[in-house]
């Protein structure tokens, strides 16, 4: 579907989405061990702005991550449209600076505008909130003129499209094959209200949501591109933010996955109380879904309160970890240091929680306040909002700035330690590998799957299991691993992995940022505590 508005000229639009920051989440280092991956997801945002112009107009899509978009891109285009998180605000100041130059008007949408549109006085058009009414007058605004307007014009959304009225995504204009894995939206807003997350003012309370239809239409989109990745991120906050639109769209997609031979794998975030819906897990299970992204912050229980995010206590935490576990579902943890709770003992307490919970991938991250937050007011109230481009977070933590910051390092190289790290995948081999669903191998065995993850294991023989430092607990979990039959697993522990430890000892140089929120600029630092060194060697 196209946007069905009649327009009076014709438009050549570029889409340009801006490079990411590298961070825990992105994997950017292991792409080198996988065929043809150059990015993480596609940009579900732009690609829907993409689909949702005229008819008439021909789109250009270019993700940054991929290719650069060239002088020859911005001059074929009439107009530029760009998307971004606050996290790639320099880059998107970049491109519009690059469209500027080849003399092209500039429109900007997506999460970080619509969160702090004073970020972007260089930008022409400024599209705030989700698609919706604004999108419509931005349309015909650029039907009218593509001439650069004197001052900075901005569109508010206050009618939102429902989502059952978005388009497809413009996946025809991207190269699937290039990304590691596909993402598909199924619902939008949080009904949590968490201090620290800019979820609910910028996207809702109330969950909205797509049909079922929509989704399996999406995901017969993306199939018919030759390559695609078998593994599809459902990118919406909160997976059961509405529990009963959950469990009755699951039957759906257990429906598409038997009726084509199980092609695809899934994964998604939500709430740690998803423990307590065993149908909704149950139904996962038979869908194949094999990850979990699960904001637990913490795992001490005041702080937990304090933030507002008491769900994650409503069952015991290693309980509900477990029961994840049971169905199959590897848990990814975010958790956030300099917390006004912090205490002495934290740091003693996560790194506990890392090793009794047997996660393996954790993005431990600083608090960083996040405008349009309970947390940011809260903070600009106290006067302890800070703008220093040197520090790596803009929060006056309660702690010292160099404790806090000595104390991530360390709960870092504490969690990524190659040792540890793969004894916590090794765990997972008996608590959650063996308990996925078999599927029938007949979705997935296109030459396309088959020579990538040949490729992959031949990397990661050699990346891994021969050069690297850490080949001795690579193989000790290998051999257990393989002797349960989980040759899958395998391949995706190493991969997570050779990224974890890579861009750890990238962190413990100082070469990375520490809350991934901020936009500080990176330099190496010297100053390093001994304990870490063993961490700092390169791969
Ligand atoms: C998937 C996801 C990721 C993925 C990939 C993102 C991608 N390819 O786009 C990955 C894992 C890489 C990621 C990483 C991070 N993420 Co993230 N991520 C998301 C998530 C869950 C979904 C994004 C998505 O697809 N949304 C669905 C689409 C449809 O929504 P949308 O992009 O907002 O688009 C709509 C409108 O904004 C508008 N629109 C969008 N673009 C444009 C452009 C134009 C021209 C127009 C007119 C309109 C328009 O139209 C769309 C339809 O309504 C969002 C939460 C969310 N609800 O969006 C967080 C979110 C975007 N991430 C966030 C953050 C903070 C991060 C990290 C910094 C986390 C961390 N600590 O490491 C990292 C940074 C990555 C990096 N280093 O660069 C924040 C951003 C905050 C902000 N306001 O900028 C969000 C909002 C979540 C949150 N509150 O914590 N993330
Ligand atoms: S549950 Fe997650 S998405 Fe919802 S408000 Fe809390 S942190 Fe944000």
Redesign the pocket.
């Known amino acids: 579907m196209r946007y069905s508005i009649p327009v009076k000229n014709r438009r050549r639009v570029l889409?340009v989405?801006p490079?990411?920051?590298?961070?825990?989440?992105?994997f950017n280092h292991a792409y080198r061990l996988m065929k043809g991956v150059r990015a993480?997801?596609?940009?579900?945002?732009?690609l829907?702005?993409a689909a949702y112009m005229p008819q008439e107009w021909p789109v250009r899509f270019i993700d940054e991550n991929i290719r650069k978009a060239t002088a020859a891109d911005f001059a074929w285009a009439d107009v530029v449209?760009?998307?971004?998180?606050?996290?790639?605000a320099p880059q998107i100041h970049n491109i519009a600076e690059r469209a500027h130059a080849a003399g092209k008007v500039v429109?900007?949408?997506?999460?970080?505008v619509?969160?702090?549109p004073e970020m972007y006085p260089d930008i022409d058009y400024l599209?705030i909130?989700?698609?919706?009414d604004?999108?419509d007058r931005?349309i015909a605004c650029l039907d009218e003129s593509v001439a650069r307007p004197r001052e900075q014009v901005r569109?508010e959304?206050k009618d939102?499209?429902p989502l059952e009225r978005?388009p497809i995504?413009a996946y025809d204009l991207i190269p699937l094959k290039h990304y590691l894995i596909l993402?598909l939206?199924f619902s939008?807003g949080c009904p949590y209200l968490c201090e620290f997350?800019?979820?609910p003012n910028?996207?809702g309370r109330q969950p909205r949501l797509k049909t079922p239809t929509q989704l399996t239409a999406e995901l017969d989109a993306m199939r018919k591109q030759k390559g695609h990745p078998p593994v599809v991120?459902f990118?919406?906050?909160n997976f059961i933010g509405n529990r009963k639109a959950t469990k009755e769209m699951l039957p759906h997609l257990l429906a598409w996955q038997k009726e084509r031979g199980y092609p695809m794998n899934f994964a998604c975030?939500a709430t740690l109380n998803i423990a307590k819906q065993p149908d909704i897990l149950a139904l996962m299970r038979d869908c194949s879904f094999l990850g979990i992204f699960v904001g637990i912050e913490t795992p001490e229980a005041d702080a937990l309160k304090a933030m507002r995010k008491s769900q994650n206590v409503s069952v015991p935490m290693l309980e509900s970890i477990k029961t994840l576990n049971d169905y199959g579902l590897e848990i990814t943890s975010?958790i956030i240091l300099g917390l006004d709770t912090d205490t002495d003992d934290s740091e003693a307490r996560l790194k506990e929680f890392i090793d009794v919970s047997h996660i393996p991938m954790l993005?431990i991250?600083l608090l960083?306040a996040?405008?349009?937050t309970p947390l940011w007011d809260r903070l600009q109230r106290a006067g302890r909002l800070v703008d220093d481009p040197t520090l790596e977070s803009n929060v006056r933590f309660l702690r010292p700035y160099d404790d806090v910051v000595s104390m991530w390092r360390r709960c870092i190289a504490h969690a990524n330690d190659p040792e540890r790290l793969f004894a916590r995948f090794q765990h997972q081999v008996d608590a959650t590998y063996v308990n996925r669903m078999v599927t029938p191998a007949r979705g997935k065995l296109t030459f396309s799957n088959l020579s990538s993850a040949l490729v992959l294991a031949l990397r990661v023989v050699l990346y891994i299991g021969i050069l690297s430092d850490y080949r001795r607990p690579f193989w000790r979990a290998v051999r257990y691993a393989l002797r349960r039959g989980q040759i899958d697993a395998v391949l995706g522990m190493a991969f997570i992995a050779y990224h974890l430890i890579r861009f750890t000892r990238e962190a413990l140089r100082g070469e990375q940022n520490a809350?991934?929120?901020s936009t500080k600029a990176r330099k190496p630092e010297p100053a390093h505590s001994p304990q870490l060194t063993a961490l700092r060697k390169p791969a």
Do not use: W
């Not at 993480?40 to 732009?46: D, I």
């Not at 909130?129 to 919706?132: A, C, I, K, Q, T």
């Open positions: 889409c989405f490079h990411y920051t590298p961070a825990f989440g992105t993480f997801m596609p940009p579900q945002g732009l829907l702005i449209l760009v998307s971004g998180m606050h996290v790639q429109m900007l949408g997506g999460p970080s619509s969160a702090s599209h909130g989700e698609m919706g604004a999108t931005l569109f959304t939102r499209l978005f995504p993402t939206q939008s997350c800019d979820i910028l996207y991120y990118v919406d906050d975030e975010g993005t991250n960083q996040l405008p349009k809350s991934y929120y």
